[in-house]
């Protein structure tokens, strides 16, 4: 499977493609820079180039850019992507004095990346950390979804490998304002206690 990071030249993109080289995927990173793609892909061992040029003929794209960035990457890249699946990893937060906070009050970063793209969208990995990424052997944690169908399943499959816990099925994509805060919470305990924590759901069989 041809798998697309948008954002890939960052500390999150990097961990997901090295991993994700090491599952077996055919990895393409990409950046706004096409020269800069090339060469951080060519040292993670994957293939790169521009943003628009790695999402063609993926069947997978993932929206690892910083927040800030999220819904002009979408916006930008709709024609390109078309009907591809998108898995959008990013979250909107704010950092106040009192603490990381969501930044998106209603809907979440994920649907209204929906209303830019021509294809389903998926939402997740939101509470994996890049550092756990890059780690030689996958987190004892879980990895959480939800989705529309056609987006949610291959991201799925995707976020089974990199975690040694499970890839659990969160729901449909309006379940992602829940996951995106989760971040917030996760970055403020991090923090609080000086700790890398992930997330992991007991009484599954």
Known sequence: MKIAI??????????LAKRLRALGYDVHVGSRDAVRGRERAIELGVQ????EEVVRGAELVVLATKSNGALDTARDLAEAIGETPVLCVASDLAF??????????????AEEVRELVHGPVASGLQSLSAAHLAA??????????CGDPGAKQPALELADGLVGGRAVDAGPLENSRALEAMTAVMLTVNREYGINAGLRLTGFP
């Open 6 to 15: 948008v954002g890939g030249t960052g500390a999150f993109g990097r961990g």
């Open 48 to 51: 790169g180039g521009g943003n």
């Open 96 to 109: 106040t004095d009192d603490g990381v906070v969501p930044g998106h009050e209603g809907r979440s970063l």
């Open 136 to 145: 030689t052997e996958p987190p004892d944690e879980d990895a959480f979804v």
